[in-house]
């Protein structure tokens, strides 16, 4: 991940491809049963939480997918944070076109630079792994305390630093380079062809970067069974119905929870 004079550049790259990925964005999620799966979980979860009347911020809103969803189910306004102007546009324009604009707004910043916004929110979510391509973690957490009350949530999916299926596969003697890979202090991801720095984080190293300011009320695995990138190589495609159901069961057990691809977990602030 970059140093500290290196942020803008660092930013920058980050802008240009998600602007350039926003139009395939959703296609190449909804084509993996896997990720369909993810963002099934992280929606009904944030809907869990939810209140009629709740103020809410999404940190790295992408396509506004989420926040879409969001909307139509509670009818509550959505602040959002994005990095790339091409996702800031794309968003704006898709939850116009469904007639909810009037409800969201799209502030083109990074997330560290939240607690600039000047209010303060009852839910602050962010799924499908931005914090791990956030490096200044320090400067978020500040932000998030200044923007956050007690009693306020945060719900936050990141990649994680073990997954229990990848784990098994890599028994065979095929996948241990992405096994090791999880672990390294930088992880190059591919996004729609491109490569992005990042850093993949434990459940343990996120309830430690939170601290004393939060308690964990819920920690879910996400994936525990089969990594989205596996999802294509799955030749029987009626499986996949079967595969989502017994991850979303395993998710939810004590260990396996802290094991999946990715790792959901809503904090509350106290």
Same mark, same amino acid.
């Given at each position: 991940?970059?140093?500290?004079?290196?942020?803008?550049?660092?930013?920058?790259?980050?802008?240009?491809?998600?602007?350039?990925?926003?139009?395939?964005?959703?296609?190449?999620?909804?084509?993996?049963?896997? !990720?369909?799966?993810?963002?099934?979980?992280?929606?009904?979860?944030?809907?869990?939480?939810?209140?009629?009347?709740?103020?809410?911020?999404?940190?790295?809103?992408?396509?506004?997918?989420?926040?879409?969803?969001?909307?139509?189910?509670?009818?509550?306004?959505?602040?959002?944070?994005?990095?790339?102007?091409?996702?800031?546009?794309?968003?704006?324009?898709?939850?116009?076109?469904?007639?909810?604009?009037?409800?969201?707004?799209?502030?083109?910043?990074?997330?560290?630079?939240?607690?600039?916004?000047?209010?303060?929110?009852?839910?602050?979510?962010?799924?499908?792994?931005?914090?791990?391509?956030?490096?200044?973690?320090?400067?978020?957490?500040?932000?998030?305390?200044?923007?956050?009350?007690?009693?306020?949530?945060?719900?936050?999916?990141?990649?994680?630093?073990? =997954?229990?299926?990848?784990?098994?596969?890599?028994?065979?003697?095929?996948?241990?380079?992405?096994?090791?890979?999880?672990?390294? !202090?930088?992880?190059?991801?591919?996004?729609?062809?491109?490569?992005?720095?990042?850093?993949?984080?434990?459940?343990?190293?996120?309830?430690?970067?939170?601290?004393?300011?939060?308690?964990?009320?819920?920690?879910?695995?996400?994936?525990?069974?089969?990594?989205?990138?596996?999802?294509?190589?799955?030749?029987?495609?009626?499986?996949?119905?079967?595969?989502?159901?017994?991850?979303?069961?395993?998710?939810?057990?004590?260990?396996? !929870? =802290?094991?999946?691809?990715?790792?959901?977990?809503?904090?509350?602030?106290?």
């Amino acid at each position: 991940m970059p140093t500290a004079h290196d942020l803008e550049g660092y930013y920058q790259h980050i802008d240009d491809v998600f602007s350039r990925a926003a139009v395939i964005y959703d296609w190449k999620i909804q084509a993996n049963f896997v !990720n369909r799966s993810i963002r099934s979980v992280e929606i009904r979860t944030l809907l869990k939480y939810s209140r009629p009347g709740m103020s809410v911020l999404e940190l790295g809103h992408g396509t506004g997918e989420e926040a879409l969803k969001y909307i139509k189910e509670t009818g509550n306004r959505v602040t959002g944070i994005d990095v790339a102007r091409g996702m800031a546009e794309f968003a704006r324009d898709k939850i116009a076109r469904n007639g909810l604009g009037h409800l969201f707004q799209s502030n083109v910043i990074p997330a560290s630079r939240m607690g600039e916004l000047g209010e303060t929110f009852d839910i602050v979510y962010s799924f499908n792994g931005l914090i791990n391509t956030e490096p200044d973690m320090e400067k978020l957490i500040d932000g998030l305390l200044k923007i956050t009350h007690r009693g306020s949530f945060f719900i936050v999916s990141f990649r994680n630093t073990s =997954c229990f299926g990848e784990t098994i596969i890599s028994m065979s003697g095929r996948g241990r380079r992405a096994v090791r890979a999880r672990k390294a !202090n930088e992880v190059n991801v591919e996004v729609v062809g491109e490569k992005v720095a990042s850093r993949y984080y434990s459940s343990f190293e996120i309830r430690k970067i939170l601290g004393k300011n939060f308690r964990i009320r819920e920690t879910l695995g996400l994936a525990v069974l089969f990594p989205p990138y596996l999802a294509d190589k799955l030749s029987q495609r009626h499986l996949s119905s079967l595969i989502s159901f017994a991850d979303r069961l395993m998710g939810r057990l004590p260990v396996l !929870n =802290c094991l999946g691809d990715e790792v959901l977990i809503v904090a509350e602030r106290i």
